[in-house]
């Protein structure tokens, strides 16, 4: 049994639920007639929704390296001095 996966019609965004089975077939939307395949429109949704991610993980990733910039953490810390034996 296959589940059921909902798709957006590209021309007027009504959602259509086909079999997943079928989503790579050729859908016709019941509201305006247009046929799509509901697979490419989730893969297109998914992809959009992974650039999405990326670029916020940039920005988090940049906002970081200017807060360490900013408050004197990108520099290594020197190392302690070295203890001195008494002779």
Do not use: H, W
């Not at 019941?30 to 509901?38: G, H, L």
């Not at 999405?52 to 807060?67: H, K, N, Q, R, W």
């Amino acid at each position: 049994m296959s589940s059921i996966v909902k798709a957006k019609c590209p021309k007027c965004k009504t959602e259509v639920s086909v079999e997943e089975d079928a989503s790579v077939l050729s859908t016709v939307c019941t509201s305006c007639q247009t046929a799509f395949v509901p697979a490419t429109v989730i893969a297109e949704s998914n992809k959009r929704f992974e650039m999405g991610m990326y670029v916020v993980m940039l920005l988090v990733g940049l906002g970081l390296i200017v807060y360490m910039a900013a408050t004197g953490s990108l520099k290594p810390k020197p190392d302690p001095p070295a203890a001195v034996l008494p002779e």
